[in-house]
């Protein structure tokens, strides 16, 4: 509640009185931490002092000389002032970079913050909901194929498409673009889903970046590093709904049913929860295909005696991860003889085993962009699956090198 101007003209006639607020708190029997409140108050209601501060400025303290219970002199001191009080960032906006005038010294003389529209999962999904209505928002149905073999089930990991990313050739060795994107990957695809063999289920474990970046700016989404990008971020969605949608299509003409998950990473975090989100509307009338949308970093799944887990690899280093596995499904680690956890983010193979449990890092299927190709990073391009035996055991692993 708001103050009346006759309690801060007291806090005033008492600090002037007795000098000090320490001194009028003990004289009033008012508590020191009120009195004081109430005298800031009163300077900013501009009660408190004849004194007046200079253009610019605030006044940050006040004192008094009092003899005989007169006031015989006054002082402030002052700072400058906040022309418009504390900035709040505007909403759907976030900081994206500070700036600063300095003197010849390096004295900073004033600061002001860049900001940028900040797409948040709700904007996303409806921008997924745009570009999904070309479906009419249903899935088609197609042929279940005849198979029956129940004891296994396979793994088509998606690590790191990076859709939306651009090359080009004079700089990187090779162009690419969301075309040359969807074509590659997507004729890899193809073959690695034909040469695996038959089981009735087949899990899709996006590993996160599916996307090359966030939102409508070219820029990862946490340290804001600029990206070659191709294409606004309604084109770039566009394209990975098409290549998800692709690839689930061809999960189905092999197996009969389909689970599909979508990791986040460091460059989609919220795109991919977003896609999750609008896939398992589309497909949701679609007996054949489940679509888990969990907003978890984590994927822990157990079939049989096999127990996976995947996460994208930004966040929890490779050795650390079976421990994790371990504390977060006792029962599932407990009945299980066959462990492993994917992961992508670093784009080139590499396996450590920690307690028995395979945690493998696997190859992206893009091309290099700019920052790559200049640094020391050189990969192999690939696509994967894994077919395990319900009994516990890896029955066949398919590569197809890009």
Known sequence: MALSPEALQ?????VREHGTIIA?????GIKRSTLQDRVFKAKAAGLFSPVQPIPGFDISRYSSTVRNGQVVSESIQQKPAEAMGRFNVPDGHYVKGVSALVDAEGNVKQQWLKTGVDPNAIDIVEAVRDVISDYAGVSHLIPEPDVSHDNTFTVIPLPDWHIGLMAWARETGENYDLKIARETIMQAMVSVINQSPPSSHAIILGLGDMLHFDGYEPVTSRSGNFLDADGRHPKVLRTALD???????LALQKFRTVEVRILPGNHDDQSAVALSLAFSLFYENNDRVTFDDSPSRFWWKRIGKVFLGATHGDKTKMRDLPLVMAADN??????????RIYTG???????VEEGG???TSL??????????SFSKYRSGRSVYSDTYDVSGRMASSVKVNL
């Open 24 to 28: 009028a708190s003990r004289a009033s």
């Open 357 to 359: 449990v395979l945690v």
């Open 363 to 372: 190859r992206s299927p893009v091309a290099k962009d700019a920052y790559h």
């Open 10 to 14: 007291e806090a005033v006639d008492l």
């Open 345 to 351: 983010h670093i784009h080139h193979e590499s396996a």
């Open 243 to 249: 290549m998800v949608r692709s690839t689930v299509d």
């Open 330 to 339: 006792p029962q599932d680690w407990a009945d299980s003889t066959y462990r």
